[in-house]
């Protein structure tokens, strides 16, 4: 799995920290996000997915390899 995201776009929900820490933290300054690992571990991937259906501003994609 690769991540994507645009974080122009961020408007710092921070859902997808909630949703999965190991991979998403958010700057401390702006609150935009910020992503750990663009290459999770598959035991991280679902965490992933529910990351990014649950941001508003629909910022993370990703590419299933
Ligand atoms: S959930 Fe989306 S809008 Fe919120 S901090 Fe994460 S990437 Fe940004």
Do not use: W
């Amino acid at each position: 799995m690769r991540i994507k995201v645009d974080a122009t776009k961020c408007i710092g929900a921070g859902l997808c920290v909630v949703a999965a820490p190991q991979v998403f933290s958010q700057n401390e300054d702006d609150g935009l996000v910020v992503v750990l690992q663009e290459n999770p571990p598959p035991e991280l991937h679902a965490s992933v997915r529910e990351a990014a259906r649950l941001c508003p501003a629909l910022v993370i994609t990703y590419e299933e390899e």
